[in-house]
């Protein structure tokens, strides 16, 4: 299982949405956490990926400590 830290902006984003808002963006850290490689791989980007929710929220993160067997 992952780890997911936020950043200062990222939490300060986090609490000024609506309770609905904030619970799906919830289920949606849960769903990353589970699976991080959910998002979509950011080319030239080692680790980093973006997730986009159907709301139209884009969520950047990166993946560390992990090996890709190639």
């Given at each position: 299982?992952?780890?997911?830290?936020?950043?200062?902006?990222?939490?300060?984003?986090?609490?000024?949405?609506?309770?609905?808002?904030?619970?799906?963006?919830?289920?949606?850290?849960a769903q990353l956490k589970e699976?991080?490689?959910?998002?979509?791989?950011l080319w030239g980007r080692e680790g980093l990926y973006l997730y986009e929710t159907p709301t139209d929220t884009k969520i950047v993160y990166k993946l560390t400590g992990i090996r890709f067997m190639s």
């Open positions: 299982m992952s780890k997911i830290l936020l950043s200062t902006l990222a939490y300060s984003n986090l609490i000024s949405l609506s309770p609905r808002e904030r619970h799906y963006i919830r289920k949606v850290l699976n991080p490689e959910t998002g979509l791989r």
